[in-house]
T-cell receptor
Framework: DAKTTQPNSMESNEEEPVHLPCNHSTISGTDYIHWYRQLPSQGPEYVIHGLTSNVNNRMASLAIAEDRKSSTLILHRATLRDAAVYYCILRDVRGSNYKLTFGKGTLLTVNP | EAQVTQNPRYLITVTGKKLTVTCSQNMNHEYMSWYRQDPGLGLRQIYYSMNVEVTDKGDVPEGYKVSRKEKRNFPLILESPSPNQTSLYFC?????????????FGEGSRLTVL
């Protein structure tokens, strides 16, 4: 599986935007970029995914670099409920096993 | 509401006493999978199933069994649990292989083996 690199932790203030970076320099052409988050004592929760173009949904935006070697998850207005571990994961859809390889992720702290 | 339901959510058992963790999804998903989460090791895949009667090993299958007799259910069986299987377990489901979108996770089952 192609590897991703994320900062161990980040901090933000409530109602401010948050930009969570992810590097994936060995990404292949068939890898989708997925973001999940895990709140304490809960299962991972899907946030967003993309292939080449920037993506928006009700939870967040995903900005993908033109060379696809990095991406940024954008939370437009952080709330206390957004405090979680955020995982950036590459997934090759050609495989028969929909396996997500979770790294250590970024622990996001949101200050009131 | 679309969901993946696991039971039990919490269980304390003793070494060697067979147990089953159930997983059920209501989204008609073909694909289902089990993960375990341990401190410092992250989430690791145990088994997966691409459809009814089709199962295969993930990264850490030793000590576990699964079955997929119905599309909606994917139970995880520990025939003879050992303390190293103390962990937090997650079941997940998705549309069929080739689908690039989201994987839905259950809320987790915390298992302690004494």
């Amino acid at each position: 599986d192609a590897k991703t690199t994320q900062p161990n932790s980040m901090e933000s203030n409530e109602e401010e935007p948050v930009h969570l970076p992810c590097n994936h320099s060995t990404i292949s052409g068939t890898d989708y970029i997925h973001w999940y988050r895990q709140l304490p004592s809960q299962g991972p929760e899907y946030v967003i995914h993309g292939l080449t173009s920037n993506v928006n949904n009700r939870m967040a935006s995903l900005a993908i670099a033109e060379d696809r070697k990095s991406s940024t998850l954008i939370l437009h207005r952080a709330t206390l409920r957004d405090a979680a571990v955020y995982y950036c994961i590459l997934r090759d859809v050609r495989g028969s096993n929909y396996k997500l390889t979770f790294g250590k992720g970024t622990l996001l702290t949101v200050n009131p | 509401e679309a969901q993946v339901t696991q039971n039990p959510r919490y269980l304390i058992t003793v070494t060697g006493k067979k147990l089953t963790v159930t997983c059920s999804q209501n989204m008609n998903h073909e694909y289902m999978s089990w993960y375990r989460q341990d401190p410092g090791l992250g989430l690791r895949q145990i088994y997966y199933s691409m459809n009814v009667e089709v199962t295969d090993k993930g990264d850490v299958p030793e000590g576990y069994k699964v079955s997929r007799k119905e599309k909606r259910n994917f139970p995880l069986i520990l025939e003879s649990p050992s303390p190293n299987q103390t962990s937090l377990y997650f079941c997940a489901s998705s549309k069929g292989t080739g689908y690039p979108g989201e994987l839905f996770f259950g809320e987790g089952s915390r298992l302690t083996v004494l």
